[in-house]
RNA sequence: GCCGAGGUGGCGGAAUGGCAGACGCACGAGACUUAAAAUCUCGCGGUAGCAAUACCGUGCGGGUUCGAUCCCCGCCCUCGGCACCA
């Protein structure tokens, strides 16, 4: 194996939770494992089969970590009047022995917990290199605000109809100073790197090759993401680009812009809105007769939810504002300006032009008697044309009159405008900055100070990790603000800067933030549990901290973590579930950007090839959930059946990426199965020759499941494995012990335990271990073996016949053909000659008689 | 409304242009057993037939092809996600 390669498979890590792994998480981990062992097995290299560890050489990496801060630990913990620091860490003991028992073989020296202060530490100080280089900034953000409980809650915590979950008070916003992240800056390299060529980065992964490896070399070496996961992220960040347009107030000294994203169709626009939360909807209507009606629309506006207002049924409503604004598009026109519900703050600019080619604007108009204009003639004589078909012959359009819209006209639309002076290009995007603040305990220490003097300071490398305080009561406070806020000793501290008294930040970071980087740590993690007595990641970090350096962070990375990660990274293999499409993966690609733009990381694109699980459902087909009572807790079933079958059933129920409902009496086949072919290890005689038929079936099983492991396809693999068991039991058909090993091989990575004791019948001893000799390759040359070959007969498309043809002969069209007419069977079928054969060599005969 | 994933026996599913229903579950019959469980053997899409066999059959309608569960066009339904996005 090339030193220079490679495999990193990743599960997205999970939330340790109190009720324990579920049998999702098993899903998903135990592909991560098959994927795992069945590359450690590849990556064996048999020129060193002498050294002792051949197979630890291999670089396969398969880590396993918690994403353990956030509310749920926080609110379980409050629940149960204890503090998060007790029960996180009792609950991923658990979630490790259950993984355990599941025979998960990941790396166990490489395990933490995001609030390990250690791992923290470096979460704060990535979290420090974004906001020198400008990518933090503060900002009044809204918050849901509960005003019975006096607390923030998080948008979980609030019931679609606008009510806190907990005490069922309607809820309102508060504003708070929060930090934000500038997610935005890096919107279009977030957009294009989605198809970007990754070159080497992606090919470090390739040495194994498998089948579908092989196919990636050769297609484009772009993101391999699901495309409906793809679609997801490119909506998310929404870009559009347009055009803002100026307009003036008729008798006011105000402009108003308003967004286009299809500025060929402004001609038509006949009217504006406004959205009722728009800062200058007040001034126009001050003191004027429209005042008190515009007011009320505002203020009844403001009472509807978020919610409420996307319901489909919602009604559009406004009320005239009394102003009008000029038309750039058309000189002398004025356009009335109208306050309605459908236009929204923080998209576009909250105002809007309007016109018939938009349905919305047109029912609109059509509500309130506004005079339309259409610029393209209609094909439905009901309905006018939709701009976003983007398709027409303009009329009525000044300067374009006559012209057929297409991609050019557009830009030359565009440009005209800009001649013109009354806009300008814009792109606006769907993606907003991103919220990094919490008001809550549970969660990384925001390492700012704020000083009077010297404003807001960065905490110095040298201090952290700043860690969370010990509390007993952590409950959100009565203001909105932290709990840590109220900790006096702790928010009390010096300004770095001037060494006058200042304050800490007592905000705490999102969940989100252990996990934007937890798969680079993997690389270079060193935990407490090592055997080899290597120092530790903290023992080393402690080296740096010590040390006279400023910098002991940057050192460390450079030094320490760099290397590691280049090796390893980026991530091969990513599997998790499909609810983390948009949110962590961008945010998770966004950090990367950022290091690798500091020089942090040599690749811009953290997750190469991405798979999302399908769910498991409860027996009865619907969501497993503790209010339904249809929970299945795979401690149970593995106590019950055994882990191996739980494994196999997990992969066998069905298409791994689909939803499937558990099926517990499917399970009982997956044990019986494994203890059929145990019978029949034991009642075979370890001194015979293997039969051709099923020496050809072997060979195939194998290409099979290494195709099969690579594109996800379990269930076919173990399928094929019960298919080549019931060929052996049911046939008069022997193996050789060789084959027996082979065969024990290719379950390791389904069933390990089973493989294990398999192995051992075949004649190995126990201190030989089945995946340690790598993944066996088995050769039948075609023909060699000398099996007749089936060949299904057609008459016109339809199955007449299924005929056996000697090997020697069976890819010699003329010989089979011969053969196939001897047939009594086809005989009977062929009436007349054919006007045409076709012949598939190897496999089919068709006579076309019509 | 838009985007995505699906629709095949009693059930989970297999077959990605070439023998539809692999494999497993459930069910039925038989063997073993005093009996039951477990295990083993056989059967198991529908219709007709004692049978050989024939016809029908992959959500619906059309098309391409020697041949379609698979590719194309138009619909219907289910699930998941997003949405007054200017």
């Known amino acids: 194996m090339d030193k220079d390669k490679k495999m990193y498979v990743l599960g997205m890590f999970p939330y340790p939770s109190g009720d324990g792994l579920h049998v999702g998480h098993v899903r998903i981990y135990t592909a991560v494992d098959v994927m795992a062992r069945y590359f450690r097995m590849k990556s064996f290299d048999p020129s060193t089969r002498s050294t002792r560890s051949g197979l630890l050489q291999a670089r396969v990496l398969a880590p396993m970590g918690w994403d353990a801060f956030g509310l749920p630990a926080e609110n379980a913990a409050i629940k149960n009047k204890t503090i998060p620091q007790e029960i996180v860490p009792k609950n991923y003991n658990n979630f490790r022995e259950q993984m355990k028992a599941l025979s998960f073989s990941f790396d166990w020296e490489r395990e933490f917990a995001t609030t390990d202060p250690t791992y923290y530490g470096l979460t704060q100080w990535i979290f420090l290199e974004l906001y020198k280089k400008g990518l933090v900034y503060r900002e009044q953000v809204p918050i849901n605000w509960c005003p019975k409980c006096k607390t923030g809650l998080a948008n979980e915590e609030v019931l679609p109809d606008g009510t806190h979950e907990r005490c069922g008070t309607a809820t309102g916003k508060k504003d708070l100073p929060q930090w934000v992240m500038k997610i935005t800056k890096y919107a279009d390299r977030l957009l294009s790197d989605l198809d970007m060529d990754l070159g080497e980065d992606f090919d470090k992964g390739l040495s194994f090759d498998s089948p579908q490896l092989a196919q990636d070399s050769q297609a484009t070496r772009s993101l391999d993401w699901p495309r409906g996961i793809l679609e997801m992220q490119r909506n998310w960040i929404g870009k559009k680009e347009g055009v803002r347009l ?173 001649d013109q002076k009354i806009g300008r290009r814009e792109t606006t995007y769907h993606l907003r900055d991103w919220v990094f603040s919490r008001q809550r305990y549970w969660g990384e220490p925001i390492p700012l100070v704020h000083c009077k003097t010297c404003g807001v300071q960065a905490l110095p490398e040298k201090d952290l990790p700043l860690e969370l305080p010990d509390l007993k009561s952590y409950e959100p406070t009565d203001t909105g603000e932290s709990p840590l806020s109220r900790v006096t000793e702790w928010v009390k501290t010096t300004c770095p800067k001037c060494g006058e008294e200042a304050r800490r930040e007592t905000d705490t970071m999102p969940n989100w933030a252990g996990s934007c980087w937890y798969h680079l740590a993997f690389a270079f993690w060193k935990n407490a549990n090592r055997q080899d007595g290597e120092k530790s990641t903290h023992d080393v970090l402690e080296v740096y901290r010590k040390s006279q350096s400023d910098t002991p962070y940057t050192d460390f990375w450079r030094e320490v973590a760099r290397p590691a990660i280049d090796k390893y990274l980026p991530v091969d293999w990513y599997l998790g579930g499909a609810e983390h499409a948009v949110l962590h993966l961008l945010y998770a690609r966004f950090w990367n950007k950022v290091l690798y733009d500091l020089g942090h990381l040599s690749f811009t694109e953290p997750y190469l090839r991405l798979r999302s699980v399908g769910m498991v459902l409860a027996p009865d087909g619907r969501k497993m959930s503790k209010s339904w009572g249809n929970v299945i807790n795979p401690d149970d079933v593995v106590k019950q059946y055994g882990s191996d079958p739980v494994r196999l059933y997990e992969m066998f129920m069905g298409p791994w990426d689909q939803v499937t409902a558990w099926d517990s009496r499917a399970l009982v086949g997956m044990r019986r199965f494994l203890e059929r072919v145990q019978k029949a290890y034991e009642d075979s005689p370890l001194d015979q020759e293997t039969s051709p038929l099923l020496l050809q079936k072997l060979a195939k099983l194998v290409a099979h499941i290494e195709r099969g492991i690579v594109e996800q396809k379990f269930n076919t693999c173990i399928a094929g494995c019960m298919e080549f068991v019931n060929e052996w039991k049911n046939g008069s058909l022997v193996l050789s012990r060789e084959h027996m090993g082979n065969f024990a091989q290719i379950m390791c990575p389904f069933a390990p335990k089973t493989a294990q004791k398999l192995w051992e019948i075949a004649g190995h001893d126990s201190s030989s271990k089945v995946e340690a000799l790598g993944w066996p390759q088995i050769e039948v040359k075609e023909g060699e073996i000398g099996l007749p070959v089936v060949y299904a007969v057609q008459i016109n498309g339809k199955l007449r016949a299924v005929v056996e043809v000697a090997s020697e002969v069976a890819r010699d069209k003329e010989q089979v053909l011969k053969q196939v007419r001897a047939s009594q069977t086809v005989a009977k079928w062929l009436v007349g000659e054919p006007k045409r054969t076709i012949f598939v060599a190897g496999k089919l005969v068709n006579f076309v008689l019509v």
Not at 255 to 284: G, N, R
């Open 246 to 418: 100026f307009h003036k107030v008729e008798g006011m000294d105000l402009q108003l812009d308003a967004f286009s994203a299809y500025p060929i169709w402004c001609f038509a626009d006949t009217f504006m809105v406004i959205a009722p939360e728009h800062p200058l909807v007040k001034e126009l209507v001050k003191g004027s007769e429209y005042e008190s009606s515009v007011t009320k629309f505002i203020e009844e506006s403001a009472q509807i939810t978020a919610e409420q207002r996307t319901e489909e049924k919602f009604e559009k409503k406004g009320v005239f504002t009394g102003r009008y604004t000029n038309d750039p598009f058309n000189p002398g026109s004025r356009l009335p300006v109208w306050v309605a519900n459908f236009a929204v703050m923080g998209f576009g600019t909250g105002i809007i032009r309007c016109s018939a080619h938009d349905p919305r604007d047109y029912e609109f108009a059509q509500k309130y008697n506004i005079q339309l204009k259409e610029v393209v003639e209609r094909i439905d004589p009901l309905v006018p044309v939709n701009a976003h078909t983007n398709e027409g012959v303009l009329k009525d359009s000044g300067p374009f009159t006559g012209s057929k819209i297409s991609s050019q006209t557009i830009e030359e639309v565009k440009e005209w405008i800009e």
